[in-house]
C-alpha cells in the first residue's frame, strides 16, 4: 500500500465516522461513540510500547499505554484502527520506534486520520503560515490534538521544516506551551491509570439488566476491568 493509498484509507475512514475534511478530531469520546463494538483499555506498560489491538469474533478492543500524553495516545489509537479495521489481525502489540513497513504504513494511517494532507495545507493557508516556527507548530497540534513529535514528523517528512529545525523545535514541549498560553493536557495521558471505556462496559450493563448475570458478577467483571471506583460509587472516578 503506498502513501496516497494509505491517505485515501484515512480519508475514507474518516467519512465513515463523520469527521469532516479539515475538522480536529476528539478522539477517544468519538470513536468510543461511533464505533459500536470498540472497547478501549488503557493500561500502565513498558515506555518502550504504545499499545496492541485485538479482535475477538465481532469486538474489537484497543490497548493504549496509560502513561504516555494524549497526543501520543490519539495517535496510538489511530494507528491501532489501521490493524483492527486493515489488517484483521487477532493480537497485535505496537513498539514505539519499530522499522518494521506495516507499523510505518500504520503510522502513517494514523498522521492522515489525525490531520489529512489537505487539511494541514488548509490550516497553513487560513492562519497566514508563511514559514512554520515554534509558536505555529503549537499551536496546530493544539488544534489537532495530535503530539508535538508526530506534528515535527510529518512536517519534516514533507519538507515543510529541516531536520535543524526538527531538533530545534522537539525540546521542552511542556513549557514552550505554558509560556504560549496553552494548558498541558495535550501533553499529559489523557486516562493516567488503568481504565477502560467503550462497548465491554456496555456489554456487562445490558447482560446484567437482561437478568443474564447477577449483580455480584457484573461487579467482577467491571472491577477486572479497572472500574472498582465506578462500581463501589467513589466520588472521584
Known amino acids: 500500500m503506498n502513501i496516497h493509498q494509505v491517505n485515501q484509507k484515512a480519508m475514507e475512514f474518516r467519512i465513515d465516522i463523520g469527521i469532516k475534511h479539515n475538522d480536529p478530531v476528539d478522539f477517544f469520546p468519538l470513536i468510543t461513540n461511533k464505533l459500536k463494538n470498540l472497547t478501549i483499555v488503557f493500561l500502565k506498560m513498558d515506555e518502550k510500547i504504545s499499545g496492541a489491538c485485538y479482535r475477538f469474533k465481532n469486538q474489537q478492543i484497543i490497548f493504549i499505554n496509560s502513561k504516555h500524553p494524549k497526543g501520543r495516545q490519539n495517535f496510538t489509537a489511530a494507528h491501532e484502527i489501521f490493524h483492527l479495521f486493515y489488517e484483521n489481525p487477532i493480537f497485535t ?99 493516567g491509570k488503568n481504565y477502560t471505556i467503550g462497548n465491554y462496559v456496555r456489554l456487562v450493563e445490558k447482560t446484567y439488566e437482561n437478568g443474564l448475570i447477577s449483580n455480584g458478577k457484573r461487579e467482577e467483571y467491571l472491577i477486572q476491568s479497572y472500574l472498582s471506583d465506578f462500581v463501589y460509587n467513589l466520588e472521584e472516578l
Do not use: M
Request: glycine residues 4%; charged residues 25%.
Open 93 to 191: 502489540i505496537c513498539n514505539v520506534n519499530s522499522n518494521d513497513e506495516v507499523e510505518k504504513t500504520a503510522n502513517q494511517f494514523a498522521s492522515f486520520l489525525l490531520i489529512p494532507i489537505n487539511a494541514l495545507y488548509n490550516y497553513k493557508k487560513e492562519n497566514g503560515i508563511k514559514k512554520w516556527d515554534l509558536n505555529s507548530i503549537i499551536d496546530c497540534e493544539q488544534y489537532f490534538q495530535i503530539s508535538h513529535e508526530a506534528l515535527l514528523y510529518r512536517l519534516k517528512n514533507i519538507g515543510e521544516i529541516t531536520s535543524e529545525e526538527y531538533n530545534k523545535f522537539k525540546p521542552n514541549i511542556r513549557y514552550n506551551a505554558i509560556h504560549r498560553g496553552y494548558d498541558l493536557s495535550l501533553y499529559e495521558p489523557y486516562i
